[in-house]
């Protein structure tokens, strides 16, 4: 009797695991909105012109390999994503704002915005 209880016990731990890591990693594109490019705010509409021309950008660490640890966007291996920094005003720092962008930056057409420094992303529709 208990070692069936103890069997039953461990394969809703086991399932439950399983569910939680599987909602933990997210599916492709769970949890990502869609906004259109032209209601970003100014600044995301200057760092996304910036990224399709390749440049100049104002920060030293825009173009870096974004490890999408938190698992939102579409898993991809590593290299695939990259940040950029979209200005915030009065910041005195790089703020939380950041678009990041898909493949080839400058030609992938896959761009994500997020105001909050990975909590929430939205996929950039032109």
């Keep these: 009797m208990k ?26 594109d769970s949890g990502v909105g869609n906004v259109a490019a032209g209601t970003l705010p100014p600044e995301a509409q200057q760092t996304l012109a910036l990224i399709k021309q390749g440049g100049p950008y104002p ?3 825009d173009g870096v390999v974004f490890g999408n640890y938190e698992g939102v966007l579409p898993r991809q291996k590593r290299g695939y994503y990259h940040e950029f920094t979209v200005k915030t005003p009065k910041a005195r720092n790089r703020g939380a704002r950041r678009i990041i962008s898909g493949g080839n930056p400058q030609t992938s057409g896959e761009y994500y915005y997020t105001k909050d420094h990975y909590q929430t992303f939205q996929r950039i529709r032109e």
């Design 3 to 28: 070692t069936t209880f103890l069997k039953q016990w461990c394969v809703f731990l086991a399932a439950l695991l399983l569910s939680f890591s599987v909602f933990a990693k997210g599916s492709p």
């Design 59 to 61: 920060y030293a660490k």
